[in-house]
Nanobody, 124 residues
Framework: QVQLVESGGGLAQAGDSLSLSCVAS????????MGWFRQAAGKEREFVAA???????IFYADSVRGRFTLSRNPKNTVNLQMDRLKPEDTAVYYC??????????????????WGNGVLVTVSS
């Protein structure tokens, strides 16, 4: 079993930057694709970004491409650097992981591992 523990987030103003981290532990923690989803109040959960186990493939949602940067170092840790934040980025951000790869992960269906979530609030 893999455990995912998020950290970071908090309160920011529009235009500011925040970063999130997620550490995976467990037997296959270095072999899983990892990524982030978010869920704003009253809305469905949506994909944010995903990275392959090797770090060689990264996907971004259109809404964050060019503003958010996902990286993986060390292999069981992913970092989401969020720049030029907007109020619409306000949400609970969830770390996700799956052995099936980053292309599978970004679809958001039947993902095996989830973190508990961290809140990001961006004020205008």
């Amino acid at each position: 079993q893999v455990q995912l523990v998020e950290s970071g987030g908090g309160l920011a103003q529009a235009g500011d930057s925040l970063s999130l981290s997620c550490v995976a532990s467990g037997r296959t923690s270095r072999d899983i694709a990892m990524g982030w989803f978010r869920q704003a109040a009253g809305k469905e959960r949506e994909f944010v970004a995903a990275i392959s186990y090797s770090g060689g493939t990264i996907f971004y949602a259109d809404s964050v491409r060019g503003r958010f940067t996902l990286s993986r170092n060390p292999k069981n840790t992913v970092n989401l650097q969020m720049d030029r934040l907007k109020p619409e980025d306000t949400a609970v951000y969830y770390c996700a992981g799956d052995l099936s790869g980053s292309n599978y992960l970004k679809r958001g269906q039947n993902i095996h591992h989830w973190g508990n979530g961290v809140l990001v609030t961006v004020s205008s």
